[in-house]
């Protein structure tokens, strides 16, 4: 299964919900995340959080959809946004979509 967390600087929400469905979920699913606008960093306060679960996230990196690969993108089965206020960025796909 392919899924992709997709906010806008995909610095903590997204980062936080890749390592957390990556915990639940396990290498069998392809989980990942990205930004329309990456910050370029994961924040800091995003891996303490973690940390206090038991998930280490300093591994990911703040991407944008265009550093996803392609076929990962073609084959999406859930996008998952996490909007920023007013911000929701779409990626479109044939992916089930899940904003929150």
Do not use: Y
Request: glycine share 6%.
């Amino acid at each position: 299964m392919n899924i992709l967390f997709l906010c806008v600087a995909n610095s903590a929400r997204s980062q936080m919900a890749e390592g957390l469905a990556k915990s639940m979920f396990g290498k069998e699913h392809n989980i990942q995340s990205a930004g329309s606008i990456p910050s370029g960093e994961v924040h800091p306060n995003a891996v303490i959080a973690m940390d206090d679960i038991g998930i280490d996230i300093r591994d990911q990196h703040s991407k944008s959809t265009d550093d996803l690969d392609k076929d990962f993108i073609d084959n999406l089965d859930f996008a998952i946004t996490l909007c920023a206020e007013e911000v929701c960025p779409v990626l479109p796909s044939k992916a089930k979509a899940f904003i929150g």
